[in-house]
């Protein structure tokens, strides 16, 4: 049995280690992309084939103090309304390039708040995407509502608009641990903003809480998953709270000392973990849990779960588009991201070019090492056969970093015939297993603990 010493020796606790949505990872991007290449992968996506769209909205009402998203406060509309202008040209400029009869597979609006789009900002952004592509059949259409920034009008648009599945984050119900976050948000408001989202027919729903965060208990994270599955979400997302203030000043504000321990932090994970699967939720990747019915459960026991910018994914589209300021879009050709700053992304839309600032063009073993790790995130287990066949992979040459990485990892992987593999009490450690094989990665910096 795996020892807390041992986790701790192999660097689980103070680790800084990617959450590989991407490989390689965005801080390993660079200014080699241009917007001109960006527009010929799209123009090269398969007539009559699908992607998936990503609509990013950086703007809140407050800005919560965990929060280390890329947003801006607003207290007016009309920021708001002039960026959705520019998401309206980015989409008019994105129909130019894309083929024809392509379809949407995912359509999802996250941020920042995209529900602090009005009704009205809200319709003209769903009959935009309309005019760009219709969506393909069982297409997904999610938003990302912020339940003190919703009502029933806005909910009436989205639903008809299509929106068949709406995440909500929830971080803790606790009050002291709330004010402690700067984002106040009681269990009523939570539950009166998913009972109406349901009275629309809206059926799926997705929650977020977090691990790890100040004054955070066994006894509090109990309390929180208890009421949250009183709430009967589909899909939960268990994240680690990480706390970089240098990175994220707002979190300047969080008081370090009322943060558990790293011993405390893989606690709260597995109390939770627990909970959830007690209930009957499958165990998705490694901070997933999903109803048995629910696509990403299907998903995982089929073997087609993957991994995306969102975290797990049942999409199967080779191609997701990022509209707006710092999405990262992502080709079979390679990443592209616009303009991380607002206003240079509304700039170069306005000119009627797009904001392509950065990227990585794949090249090399790229795109293995990529499935490698999508493999480790998703299966906890790389199998070589799929790495022959799609990439021409050498079994021996596998073997051989299976080897490497399993002497670091103190034998604690095991090699099969098939492949490499996790076992269930190595789990903890699998963003830095999948770390082994990121050529990429040599600085360590700047990422989030492993637990
Ligand atoms: S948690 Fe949501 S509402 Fe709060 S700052 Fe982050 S994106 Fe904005």
Redesign the pocket.
């Known amino acids: 049995m795996i020892t807390r010493t041992q986790l701790s020796r192999l660097g689980l606790f103070d680790a800084k280690v990617p959450r590989y949505t991407s490989y390689p990872t965005a801080p390993h991007f660079s200014g080699d992309v241009t917007p001109g290449d960006f527009a010929r992968w799209i123009e090269a996506v398969p007539e009559n084939g699908t992607v998936s769209l990503y609509l990013h909205v950086p703007f809140?009402?407050?800005?919560?103090w965990?929060?280390?998203?890329r947003?801006q406060?607003t207290a007016t509309l009309g920021p708001v309304e002039s960026y959705v202008e520019t998401l309206k040209a980015e989409l008019d400029l994105l129909k130019q390039h894309l083929p024809r009869g392509v379809k949407l597979s995912r359509l999802h609006w996250g941020?920042?708040?995209p529900t602090l789009l009005t009704p009205d900002l809200m319709k003209a952004l769903i009959d935009k995407v309309a005019e760009v592509a219709d969506f393909a059949p069982n297409a997904e259409f999610s938003v990302?509502i912020?339940p003190?920034?919703i009502d029933g009008a806005r909910l009436d648009v989205l639903a008809a608009g299509g929106m068949n599945r709406a995440s909500i984050?929830v971080?803790d119900f606790d009050l002291e641990i709330q004010q402690t976050i700067?984002?106040e948000q009681s269990y009523d408001v939570t539950r009166t903003a998913i009972e109406m989202i349901r009275e629309r027919g809206v059926a799926s729903l997705n929650a977020d809480i977090l691990f790890g965060l100040p004054h955070q208990s066994k006894a509090r994270i109990t309390e929180t998953v208890q009421k949250l599955l009183s709430l009967g979400p589909d899909r939960v997302a268990l994240y680690g709270y990480a706390h970089v203030p240098w990175m994220a000043k707002?979190q300047q504000m969080i008081p370090s000392d009322a943060l558990p321990t790293p011993d405390e932090r893989l606690e709260l994970f597995e109390t939770a973990r627990r909970l959830f699967a007690w209930d009957g939720y499958a165990e998705i990747g490694i901070d997933h849990f999903a109803v048995p019915e629910d696509g990403l459960a299907i998903a995982q026991k089929t073997g087609k779960l993957r991994r995306n910018f969102q975290g797990y994914t049942d999409d199967t589209s080779e191609v997701l588009i990022g509209v707006g300021a710092s999405s990262i879009s992502r080709f079979p050709q390679g990443f592209a991201q616009n303009a991380p700053a607002t206003s240079a992304h509304v700039a170069a839309i306005r000119e009627g070019r797009f904001s392509t600032a950065r990227g990585h063009t794949f090249r090399g073993e790229d795109k293995l090492r990529s499935r490698m790790i999508e493999m480790l995130m998703c299966d906890f287990r790389i199998r070589s056969a799929e790495l022959v066949r799609d990439f021409g992979a050498r079994e021996a040459e596998l073997v051989a970093m299976y080897r490497a990485a399993n002497e670091r990892f103190e034998g604690l992987l095991e090699i099969t015939e098939d492949g490499l593999f996790v076992p269930v009490e190595a789990r903890p450690l699998t963003r830095i297993v999948a770390r082994a094989f990121d050529a990429y990665d040599l600085s360590k910096a700047g990422h989030s603990s492993a637990i």
């Not at 809140?60 to 919560?64: M, T, V």
């Not at 965990?66 to 998203?69: P, V």
Request: net charge positive; aromatic share 4%.
């Open positions: 809140c009402r407050r800005l919560c965990f929060c280390a998203c947003t406060g941020g920042g708040t990302e912020d003190n920034e984050g971080q700067g984002r707002r």
